[in-house]
Nanobody
Framework: QVQLVESGGGLVQAGGSLRLSCAAS????????MGWYRQVPGKQRELVAS???????NLKNSAKGRFTISRDNALNTVYLQMNSLKPEDTAVYYC????????????WGQGTQVTVSS
């Protein structure tokens, strides 16, 4: 089992910044990929950014140049630095972790609200 606890969401004006954190506990040695997803009401959850244990990153096109994902394996924490925020970034942001071993179980955090006002 893996537990994920997110923090750092909130209300910010357009153009502002927020940093989300996600701390993992439990069977953390089995985690390969960690990522951030977001969801707005009525829409599917979408990938924002992900990072492997080795540090390979993947970002949603609209996040490139504005968001940065990083990971501290020693602290078992993944971060999402979000700059130049736009109202369309408003969503509930979820942290996830994918295990490196079959059946590659996926764990989710409880979500943190990010609201960007115009």
């Amino acid at each position: 089992q893996v537990q994920l606890v997110e923090s750092g969401g909130g209300l910010v004006q357009a153009g502002g910044s927020l940093r989300l954190s996600c701390a993992a506990s439990g069977h953390i040695s089995d985690i390969n990929v960690m990522g951030w997803y977001r969801q707005v009401p009525g829409k599917q959850r979408e990938l924002v950014a992900s990072i492997t244990r080795g540090g390979t990153t993947n970002l949603k096109n609209s996040a490139k140049g504005r968001f940065t994902i990083s990971r501290d394996n020693a602290l078992n924490t993944v971060y999402l630095q979000m700059n130049s925020l736009k109202p369309e970034d408003t969503a509930v942001y979820y942290c996830n972790a994918v295990l490196a071993i079959f059946p590659y179980t996926i764990y989710w955090g409880q979500g943190t609200q990010v609201t960007v006002s115009s």
